[in-house]
Nanobody
Framework: QVQVVESGGGLGHPGGSLRLACEVS????????MGWYRQGPGTQRELVASISSNGDTNYGDSVKGRFTIYRPAAKNTVFLQMNSLNPEDTAVYYC???????????????WGRGTQVTVSS
């Protein structure tokens, strides 16, 4: 079993900052990429940011230059630093991770339940 748990959501103000954290635990042989998606009211889930096992990052166009994803070396945790927040960032943010549970297993995608981020004055 693999668990993905997000934390750090809440209320942010326009121009302000929030930091999200995600921890992956359980039966883990290997974690490759980790990332964040979000789904706002009436919208489809979209990529926010992802980071590969060698540190390569990818960002959605709407957050480039404002959000930063980082993963401490050899840790099962990923963070999303969100700066210059605007109301359009309001969404449920989901953490996802590609995990191999044993050396012979396939890589599977695991998702957290999401954490609400609301940006409002």
């Amino acid at each position: 079993q693999v668990q993905v748990v997000e934390s750090g959501g809440g209320l942010g103000h326009p121009g302000g900052s929030l930091r999200l954290a995600c921890e992956v635990s359980g039966s883990i042989f290997e974690i490759t990429s980790m990332g964040w998606y979000r789904q706002g009211p009436g919208t489809q889930r979209e990529l926010v940011a992802s980071i590969s096992s060698n540190g390569d990052t990818n960002y959605g166009d709407s957050v480039k230059g404002r959000f930063t994803i980082y993963r401490p070396a050899a840790k099962n945790t990923v963070f999303l630093q969100m700066n210059s927040l605007n109301p359009e960032d309001t969404a449920v943010y989901y953490c996802t991770s590609k995990v191999r549970e044993t050396w012979a297993a396939n890589l599977d995608d695991y998702w957290g339940r999401g954490t609400q981020v609301t940006v409002s004055s």
